[in-house]
């Protein structure tokens, strides 16, 4: 089986839109995990995706059409085990 392209995002949410940009980001295909959290961001991602230009749509034609999301920081993972 060939590798899937990991990538963490951080997400900025407007005031009061945390909870509404949470259940949107879950209901997006290659989503993995979606939590708030405490801290400098509101929201931290994991997208897991074929390829690395299929994290780029779900980021800028999914992610991105999200209204709420102030800022983002993605981290691509540059390896992992399962």
């Known amino acids: ?3 899937k392209t990991r990538a ?3 997400i900025e949410t407007a005031v009061g839109k945390t909870g509404e940009v949470t259940e949107q980001l879950r209901a ?3 989503m993995t995990a979606v939590d ?3 801290g400098p961001f509101d929201i931290i991602a994991v997208a897991e995706t074929d390829t690395l230009n299929a994290i780029g749509d779900l980021i800028s034609v999914g992610m991105h059409r999200i209204p ?3 800022k983002t920081i993605t981290c691509l993972s540059v390896s ?3």
């Open 1 to 3: 089986m060939a590798d």
């Open 8 to 10: 963490y995002i951080l």
């Open 28 to 30: 997006l295909t290659g």
């Open 36 to 38: 708030a959290v405490t």
């Open 68 to 70: 709420g999301i102030v």
């Open 80 to 82: 992992y085990s399962e």
